[in-house]
């Protein structure tokens, strides 16, 4: 059974830089799956911020992609978030997930836990 | 606001039925599969509906999906107290090459 366990920092500064891994243990980064980072504002909805694959192939979301850079690092079977010039705004739960690779459209069957990042001086 | 629009809440009482509809356009919805999440509070979304109107292993089915046109609709029958949550869909959206989110339903189960 493949888990996802976020880790990271749970405060960072306003114009710094939020960074965040994500552990994928039960199985191999390296299947046939795209990895993912969605977050969630305090009280809001779901934003995609973007996926890996472990060739280090990416997708960002437009919104973000000029803040978000995604890697993976195949030895320690984990992949990992760093967002940039943050603002108050990126205050959130960052969510790592997994892609359904069954699935012909886009839809995550597996979730970590969520870890809380607050953006504060 | 959310590219796909759902309404902020609905309510029914237990043993009853619920639809969550899912609106968007033919960049998103119209065009692309559908996938319905649900979120208890605390804890990290779970996928309950993919590709429009399939579940997953392990998901009940008295959750059900379906599309038609711009617009997404998940059902639920039966509906049990442990089935409050927040509830979001959501999609590929062609035009903004983004996977986009529904703004969440909120089912109370009076």
């Known amino acids: 059974q493949v888990q996802l366990q976020e880790s990271g920092p749970g405060l960072v500064k306003p114009s710094g830089t939020l960074s965040l891994t994500c552990a994928v243990s039960g199985g191999s980064i390296s299947s046939s799956n795209w990895w993912s980072w969605i977050r969630q504002p305090p009280g809001k909805g779901l934003e995609w911020i973007g996926e890996?694959?472990?060739?280090?192939?990416?997708n960002y979301n437009p919104s973000l992609k000029s803040r978000v850079t995604i890697s993976v690092d195949k030895s320690k079977n984990q992949f990992s978030l760093k967002l940039s010039s943050v603002t108050a705004a990126d205050t959130a739960v960052y969510y790592c997930?997994?892609?359904?690779?069954?699935?012909?459209?886009?839809?995550?069957?597996?979730w970590g836990q969520g870890t809380m990042v607050t953006v504060s001086s | 606001q959310s590219v796909l629009t759902q309404p902020p809440s609905v309510s029914a009482a237990p043993g009853q039925k619920v639809t969550i509809s899912c609106s968007g356009s033919?960049?998103?919805?119209?065009?692309?599969?559908v996938s319905w999440y649900q979120q208890l509070p605390g804890t990290a979304p779970k996928l309950l509906i993919y590709?429009?109107?399939k579940r997953p292993s392990g998901i009940p089915d008295r959750f059900s999906g379906s599309k038609s046109g711009t617009s997404a609709t998940l059902g639920i029958t039966g509906l049990q107290t442990g089935d409050e949550a927040d509830y979001y869909c959501g999609t590929w959206d062609s035009s903004l090459s983004a996977l986009v989110f529904g703004g969440g339903t909120k089912l109370t189960v009076l």
């Open positions: 890996i694959y472990h060739s280090g192939s990416t």
């Open positions: 997930a997994r892609r359904y690779d069954i699935a012909a459209g886009d839809a995550f069957d597996i």
């Open positions: 590709d429009n109107n």
């Open positions: 033919s960049s998103n919805i119209g065009n692309n599969y």
